[in-house]
C-alpha cells in the first residue's frame, strides 16, 4: 500500500510532535529532576530517623549524569534516645557518596540507590568505663518484643545477642557498593581497633577488599574476598594475609596465648532463631570454619607453636541463654583425620560440658602425618599398615566434680601394623639403650646404657622380690595386667587436677612413667601428656601385645633401673652425678645390694618415687622416722598382705625403722640423740593417717583431724614401733 504525499505528511508532523513532546517532557524532568531529588532525599532522612535515634545529615545533592547522584558528604549522629552518653557523639561520616538513581523512584519519593560508591567514609563507634556508647541502638529490636528479663542464675543469651549481631549485619550489606579510604575505629578503657581500607567493593554479591587492621596493638595487613547473600543471610568469606600470617589479637592479653593463621575461611548457610519468653529464644546457625597453617601457643598445651596445616569444621551450633552445643551433623577435619564432634555446654550456674567424639577409621600413615606438629614430634612419621580410630565420650559438672566421667580409646584395625616408628624408636626398649638423666631445668646430668654391658645394671630377677611388688602396691597395681592405662586412676587425677586448678596430680601408671622418664621431657603439659599416652598404646599394644617383643618384666626391669632416687647434687667417687636406678639407692641409702633389701627398706624406696628430692622429709634430724612415715609402712604392708603379696610372718615382723648407712646417711642426720636423757615420744603423730595419694608428699604430718584415704582405716595396734636405730659406723659404696 502506498501512501499519498498528504498521508506522509501527517506521519511525518505526528513523528515530530511526538519527539517535541518527548523533548519537552525531558527538559521539564530535568528541571524539576533537582527538586524531586532534594524531597526523595528528604523522605530518606525522615525514614532513617524515624526507624533509629539519630540526625541524619546530608550534604548538597545534584545529578552528574543521567542517572547518577553525588552527594556532598553525610553524617550519622545518635541522639539522646538512643542513650545519653551517645548524643552528640558521631557515628559515621562521609565526605563523598556517589550512586545510580532510579526515576521511578524519584516520582514516587522513594529514593533507591544502587551502584553506591562512598569516598573517605570513617565509622567511629565508642564504649566508656559505664557501657556507655554510641552504636547499642543498632543492635537492638526496632519491632516490638517481649521484653526478657535477664536471668542471672542462667548468665546471658548468646544465641540472642548473635541473632541480633547476624540481623544487624546482613541488614547493613548494601547490593552494589564500593568504599575507597574507608576508616572504622573502636575505643573503649580495655581495647583500640582501628580497620583501614584502601578498597572494599560489594558487586552482585562478590566481595573484594584489602584492609589494614589494628586491634590492641597488634596490626595485619589482610584480603577479603567471597560472597555475600543478605535476603538468605548466607556468606562465604575468605580473610587471608598479605605479606605474612594473620596474627589473632586479644587472645595474647586475654588468654596468654598466640594464635594465627594464613588463610581462613567462613561460611554461614543459615540460621534459624525460635523465640521464647522465658528465655530469649534459641539460634541454630550452621555453617562452616576452616583454616590453613593455623599455629596455637600456651605454655599449658606445648611447650612450641601447635601448627595444624589443614583444619575444618562443619558446625550445626545452637546457642541459647548460657548454653552452646555442637549438635550432630557437625564435622571436623584435622588434616586427614575426620571425626564427627557433638559438645554440649552449660555455663551456669557452674560450668558443664559433656562430649563425644568419633573419629572415621583413617589409614595408618595419614594418621600419624596428620597429628598437630609441636604436639606430637617424637611419634610424627610413623608408618603402618591397616586403620585407627579414635573414641571419646567424657562429661563433667564443675558443680559436682566427682560426676567427671571419661572413655577414650584408640581402636586398630585387624591388619594393623606398625612398619617403623617416628623421630624414636619406640622398640630400643626391647634392647640395651642409652639413657640421659636431666634435672628439673632441663640440664643432662649423665648418660648410661640401660642393659648387661652397664656395670651398674640390675636384671629385674636381681632384685629384691618386695621391691617390685611394693612398687606395684604404690604407684601401679595392675601393671601386669592392664594396656598401659588405668582409666579410674586416670579420671581421680583430672578431678584432683580441676578442684586444685593445678597439674596436682597425673594418674600416671608405671607404663607412662617409663616413656616419659625415656622419650619425653619433664614440662607439664597437656601436649606432652597426649603424646606420652599414644606412646604408652604403641609400646603396649604393638610391642607388648601384638608382636610380644617386649614384656612387661623388661618394661618394669627399665624402670627400676632409671628411676631417680635421691640427690642429683651427689657426685659418687667414680664422678658420676644423682641416684640413679635401684643398684644405686641401695648403695646410696643402705649400703646393700638390690636383691639384699628387705620390706621396711623397699617400702621407704618406694615412697619418695614420687618426689625424691624430698628424700629427707621423711627422717627427723637424728635418721628416724617420722610418724607419717611409719603410719605409711603399717598402711602399705597391710595392703600387700590383703592381697597376697607378703606372709603374715612378714608382715608381723616389718620393722617401722631403715638402717641408714652412708652416703645418705650424712646427708640425713644432722643430729645425735642425747641416750643419757629419758627418751620422750617426740612425735604425737607416730600413727597419724597420711593420704596415700601424696605419697607422703613432702614428708609432712597431716593436719589435725585429716582422715585417711577413702577406703582406709589407720592402723589400731598400740605396739610402738622402734624410736631409733643404733648408729651404725660410716661405710663408703
Known amino acids: ?24 517532557a525531558l527538559a521539564v524532568f530535568l528541571w524539576k529532576r533537582q527538586q524531586l531529588l532534594q524531597y526523595a532525599l528528604r523522605e530518606v532522612k525522615t525514614r532513617v530517623e524515624r526507624k533509629y535515634p539519630v540526625v541524619l545529615t546530608l550534604g548538597p545533592a545534584r545529578f552528574t549524569g543521567l542517572k547518577t547522584v553525588e552527594i556532598g558528604g553525610m553524617s550519622l549522629v545518635p541522639t539522646a534516645a538512643a542513650s545519653p552518653s551517645a548524643a552528640g557523639d558521631t557515628l559515621l561520616t562521609a565526605r563523598r557518596l556517589e550512586a545510580s538513581l532510579s526515576f521511578r523512584s524519584i516520582f514516587v519519593a522513594r529514593a533507591v540507590l544502587s551502584e553506591l560508591q562512598i569516598d573517605q567514609a570513617r565509622l567511629t563507634a565508642h564504649k566508656d568505663a559505664a557501657g556507655g556508647n554510641n552504636f547499642g541502638f543498632l543492635l537492638k529490636k526496632q519491632r516490638a518484643a517481649p521484653v526478657v528479663r535477664r536471668d542471672t542464675a542462667l548468665g546471658r543469651n548468646y544465641g540472642l545477642l548473635l541473632n541480633q549481631v547476624l540481623d544487624a549485619a546482613f541488614g547493613s550489606v548494601p547490593g552494589e557498593a564500593a568504599f575507597r579510604g574507608f576508616l572504622v575505629s573502636y575505643t573503649s578503657p580495655r581495647h583500640a581497633i582501628m580497620l583501614t581500607m584502601p578498597a572494599l567493593s560489594i558487586a552482585g554479591g562478590e566481595v573484594q577488599g584489602r584492609m589494614r587492621a589494628s586491634v590492641d596493638s597488634v596490626v595485619n595487613e589482610l584480603g577479603v574476598s567471597g560472597t555475600i547473600e543478605p535476603g538468605d543471610n548466607a556468606l562465604n568469606l575468605r580473610l587471608y594475609g598479605v605479606n605474612g600470617s594473620v596474627q589473632v589479637p586479644y587472645v595474647a592479653r586475654k588468654y596468654g596465648a598466640l594464635v594465627s593463621f594464613d588463610t581462613i575461611r567462613v561460611q554461614l548457610t543459615g540460621k534459624d532463631f525460635k523465640a521464647d519468653d522465658r528465655t530469649g529464644g534459641q539460634l541454630t546457625v550452621r555453617g562452616s570454619v576452616a583454616a590453613r597453617n593455623f599455629s596455637f601457643f600456651h605454655k599449658r598445651l606445648a611447650s612450641s607453636d601447635i601448627v595444624v596445616h589443614h583444619g575444618e569444621l562443619d558446625f550445626v551450633a545452637t546457642l541459647g541463654r548460657g548454653t552452646f552445643s555442637l549438635d550432630p551433623g557437625s564435622r571436623a577435619v584435622l588434616n586427614q583425620i575426620v571425626v564427627h564432634p557433638e559438645i554440649a555446654v552449660r555455663l551456669k550456674p557452674r560450668l558443664a560440658v559433656s562430649l563425644k567424639v568419633d573419629s572415621d577409621p583413617t589409614a595408618t600413615n595419614a594418621f600419624f602425618n596428620s597429628l598437630p606438629e609441636g604436639m606430637f614430634d617424637v611419634v610424627a612419621g610413623t608408618a603402618g599398615t591397616g586403620t585407627l580410630a579414635y573414641h571419646l565420650q567424657a562429661s563433667v559438672d564443675l558443680a559436682q566434680v566427682d560426676s567427671l566421667k571419661l572413655q577414650s580409646s584408640l581402636v586398630p584395625s585387624k591388619d594393623f601394623t606398625i612398619q617403623h616408628f617416628g623421630a624414636e624408636d619406640l622398640s630400643m626398649l626391647e634392647r640395651e639403650f642409652p639413657f640421659t638423666a636431666y634435672n628439673d631445668k632441663g640440664d643432662s646430668l649423665r648418660t648410661f646404657l640401660v642393659g648387661p654391658s652397664n656395670p651398674d645394671f640390675t636384671p629385674y630377677a636381681d632384685v629384691s622380690h618386695f621391691m617390685p611388688a611394693v612398687i606395684q602396691t604404690t604407684e601401679d597395681p595392675q601393671f601386669f595386667r592392664h594396656h598401659g592405662f588405668m582409666e579410674k586412676a586416670f579420671v581421680n587425677a583430672a578431678i584432683a587436677d580441676i578442684k586444685e586448678k593445678r597439674f596436682a596430680r597425673g594418674g600416671s601408671t608405671l607404663s607412662m612413667q617409663l616413656v616419659k622418664n625415656v622419650f619425653l621431657s619433664r614440662e607439664k603439659t597437656v601436649g606432652r601428656k597426649a603424646e606420652e599416652m599414644l606412646m604408652v598404646w604403641l609400646i603396649e599394644n604393638w610391642l607388648v601385645e601384638r608382636t610380644h617383643t617386649l614384656t612387661k618384666e623388661r618394661m618394669f626391669e627399665i624402670y627400676l633401673n632409671i628411676v631417680e632416687w635421691g640427690p642429683t647434687a651427689y657426685r659418687w667417687p667414680s664422678g658420676k652425678r644423682g641416684v640413679y636406678g635401684i ?7 643402705y649400703a646393700k645390694r638390690p636383691n639384699e633389701l628387705n620390706l621396711g627398706e623397699c617400702i621407704y624406696l618406694a615412697s619418695i618415687i614420687p618426689k625424691p628430692k624430698y628424700y629427707k622429709e621423711s627422717f627427723n634430724q637424728y635418721g628416724e622416722l617420722r610418724g607419717p612415715t611409719r603410719w605409711y609402712f603399717r598402711f602399705i604392708a597391710d595392703i600387700m598382705l590383703n592381697k597376697g603379696l607378703i606372709t603374715n610372718g612378714q608382715r608381723d615382723n616389718l620393722s617401722y625403722s631403715v638402717s641408714l648407712r652412708d652416703p645418705a646417711r650424712s646427708y640425713i642426720v644432722t643430729a645425735v640423740r642425747d641416750t643419757m636423757r629419758a627418751v620422750q615420744p617426740g612425735d604425737t603423730a607416730q600413727f597419724a593417717p597420711l593420704n596415700l595419694i601424696d605419697l607422703l608428699g613432702a614428708g609432712q604430718a597431716p593436719a589435725a583431724g585429716t582422715a585417711p584415704a577413702t577406703g582406709t582405716t589407720p592402723p589400731t595396734s598400740t605396739t610402738p ?13
Open 1 to 24: 500500500m502506498r501512501l499519498s504525499a498528504l498521508a506522509k505528511k501527517r506521519v511525518l508532523y505526528a513523528g515530530v510532535g511526538f519527539a517535541a513532546v518527548l523533548v519537552l
Open 583 to 589: 643398684r644405686e639407692a641401695a648403695l646410696f641409702y
Open 721 to 733: 614401733p622402734p624410736a631409733s636405730n643404733a648408729t651404725p659406723p660410716k661405710q663408703q659404696p
